[in-house]
């Protein structure tokens, strides 16, 4: 039984939409490709005996943090035929794929997922979460009465920059949030980046009184007819991003007001502050989801692309990480903060020698890098040890984060 892993060339590309649409959407046929989403990454196969029997996806992407934009993998599109699974051939893609984002200069990768044990095992973790909040519009109001200065238009897809201008501001100092191109806000944002159909999302701009731009929403909605004759509809609200209050409370107007809706879905971070801006919160069911599952493909170049805690004292500790799916990370690291304390300083990790301060595993070590989970923490629950505490809780405050981490994009 010969094995090959190689990238996926363009004669190869219908076999992996069947492979593809096999293992997640079932539509085989033509109509069911997404040829958008060929062109938008490379594609890994697993050749066995010369017959494709898994494969995998790599968007490159990036990541904002702390005003940062840090090169990212995004692993997607990960499906084995049935008759090859448990075989170990997706593992084998996933080393693959880590050697290969090393090789393209992506310190990070992250990916989504129902199975997360199965991506632990090779590194990835949770590391960020996101609330939806769902309610009958008619069952609440903004508490903020007032009305604001300006109005809300929509916008279509060619007016992309005044959006991706907005986002930029909002997103950047966050964390979590993917630095979006033209093509992603496409293929990502204007419509559904999994929707075959392509069905066009909407997109409304909130305008001060000055007719300045200061915030957006992306929304879609559908409706059905019931038996009784009565139509009913659902209204789900993917983002809001507003730069200041008139924005938020005109665009969270705007929203209610779709009001045949019997249900609107909304999205947001876990420090998102609607349910403080309405009137009836507990009418509000609020869900609160895990995110995107977090990789460090590189300790050395992710720890000197994240910029550290805003209060980071000039410091170093160490701490030993054990990595079987990407041996270059294995061993012990001292991470130093340097330069002028705080934002101003950088981070730095370099191999070191002798007995760590704290000692964990890839995965654990991937929630820890973007505030997701404090050292403290990971030793308290077990998931890290520490042979010094005082080292784990400077650990917190070199690695803590301005913003709990938020999955911006499914992918
Ligand atoms: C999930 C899927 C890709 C796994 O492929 P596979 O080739 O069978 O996986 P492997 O044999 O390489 O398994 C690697 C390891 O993960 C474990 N694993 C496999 N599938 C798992 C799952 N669904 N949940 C948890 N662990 C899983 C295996 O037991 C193995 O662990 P081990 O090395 O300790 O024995 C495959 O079942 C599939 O295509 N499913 C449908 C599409 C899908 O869900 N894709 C993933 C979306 S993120």
Redesign the pocket.
Known sequence: MAIEIRTISEEELERAHFLLAY??TGDRSEQGRMRHVESMGTAFALHDDGEMA?CLRIFPLRMFMHGATIPLGGVCG???LPE?????????LLRHALAAMREEGQPLSA?????P??YR?YGWMFASSAVRYSFNPKEIAPVNQGLPEGGAYRITEEQWPTIADLYRRFAAPRNGYLDRDERWWKEGIFRRIYDEKRHLNDIAVWADGDGQPRGYLVYGSTSEQRPGGLPTGRTDAEELVALDASAYVGLLRYLLAHDLADQVGMWGPADEPFSLAIDEPWRVKREHFFGFMLRIVDVEKAIAARPPAADAPEAAFTVHITDAAAPWNQGAWRIECSGPAGRGGRLSAAKAKGTADLSTDAAVFAAMYNGYLRPTEAVRSGLAEAGDSDAAALADRILAADYPPYPSDAF
């Open positions: 293992a997640f898994a990960v499906a084995s090859h699974r448990r075989k170990g051939y997706a593992g084998q990916l989504h997922t129902p199975h044990s199965l095992r």
